[in-house]
Antibody
């Protein structure tokens, strides 16, 4: 199993962004893929998860409306996007695979994508 | 939301030491708890799930215990590769939440 994320991004406030998580080594459509934020010096924050099979999503209320999760089954890739970035979105973002038994822990993590938002 | 309070935030220890890290939950959560290890510049790795189950491939010097609101991660004999940051995660209810992390340093 591998989750390989897209590279670091530097953006200005108000710009849009879509980062990706390319998965391999397992059946993409039978697991949930999630996103976790880690702001500098802060604890991890779970943003939400998407079921790759039918794109059902569950968002952390703190992130609902702030980001959009999506998945493309044809290329086994998950995405996290912003339509209008803020400086406070500066963070490391990890994609995660929820466990095979759907209990809720994350058995595989991507390497992280650093997003920097600065004017 | 379930708040996870992890302690200590920093721990200094030597190779061969036995160390324990604690996570306390703001409400009871049975044993729906995982522990992760993170090294600088890398994504975290799962160590323990369901409070005490060792993930495949994780050395047996790592162990987890607890249920309800108090959980511990123990490393029985520290190895050089173990100096890293450790954090817990509850997955009893949405939103999933994490502890603040414990940085394990070489004394």
């Amino acid at each position: 199993v591998q989750l390989v994320q897209s590279g670091a991004e530097v953006k200005k406030p108000g710009e849009s962004l879509k980062i990706s998580c390319k998965t391999s080594g397992y059946s993409f459509t039978t697991n949930w893929i999630g996103w976790v934020r880690q702001m500098p010096g802060k604890e991890m924050e779970w943003m939400g998860i998407i079921y790759a099979g039918d794109s059902d999503t569950k968002y952390n209320p703190s992130f609902q409306g702030q980001v959009i999760m999506s998945a493309d089954k044809s290329i086994t890739t998950a995405y996290l996007q912003w339509t209008s970035l803020k400086a406070s979105d500066t963070a490391m973002y990890y994609c995660v695979r929820r466990d095979d038994y759907n209990h809720g822990y994350f058995d595989y993590w991507g390497q992280g994508t650093l997003v920097t938002v600065s004017s | 939301d379930i708040q996870m309070t992890q302690s200590p935030s920093t721990l200094s220890a030597s190779v061969g030491d036995r160390v324990t890290i604690t996570c306390r939950a703001s409400q009871t959560m049975s044993n729906w708890l995982a522990w992760y290890q993170q090294k600088p510049g890398k994504g975290p790795e799962l160590l323990i799930y369901r409070a005490s189950n060792l993930q495949n491939g994780v050395p047996s010097r790592f162990s987890g215990s607890g249920s309800g609101t108090e959980f511990t991660l123990t490393i029985s004999s520290l190895q050089p590769d173990d100096f890293a940051t450790y954090f817990c995660q509850q997955y009893k209810t949405y939103p999933y939440t994490f502890g603040q992390g414990t940085k394990l340093e070489i004394k």
